[in-house]
């Protein structure tokens, strides 16, 4: 069973792995979440606002997996087996990139994503979920 602690500490595994793999493959532009915090709280372009983006990110990811920990946890979802949290957590993180392409990037950003940029950001979301899901059977708490 997926309990909040859980879902949290494996979230912030996650997000740090995802995190990687974005400064590893990505194009060097600032991430939504820097994009984010300037149009809300800064007053220069998104990318003075990396590290805040960065840190942003991490409580998304973090917030995400104890998202993941209460909906397994009162859906019941099988995820006592490696199998079983992969299956749910890679179509949670489909969801995840669904709502943050559709949501975040075009309504609250006014962002048209290019799609280069929707690849990427599908596969890191992909990745997150993957080791979500690994985390999750694996970080016994």
């Not at 997926?2 to 879902?7: A, I, P, Y």
């Not at 099988?78 to 669904?98: E, I, K, R």
């Not at 709502?99 to 890191?124: D, H, K, T």
Request: glycine residues 14%; negative net charge.
């Amino acid at each position: 069973m997926v309990t909040l602690l859980n879902g949290v500490t494996s979230g912030f595994v996650a997000t740090i792995a995802m995190t990687m793999f974005m400064m590893a493959l990505g194009d060097d532009s600032p991430p939504p979440t820097a994009a984010l915090w300037a149009k809300f709280i800064g007053d220069q372009e998104p990318e003075s606002y990396m590290p805040q983006g960065l840190a942003l990110h991490m409580l998304y990811g973090i917030g995400a997996g104890g998202g993941f920990a209460v909906l397994t946890g009162v859906g019941g979802l099988g995820v006592a087996s490696l199998t079983g949290a992969l299956l749910w957590t890679v179509a949670y993180a489909v969801v995840l990139t669904l709502v943050g392409m559709i949501f975040w990037m075009r309504v609250v950003l006014a962002m048209e994503p290019q799609p280069g940029m929707v690849a990427r950001f599908g596969f890191f979301h992909l990745v997150y979920g993957l080791v979500l899901g690994a985390a999750v059977t694996y970080i016994p708490l």
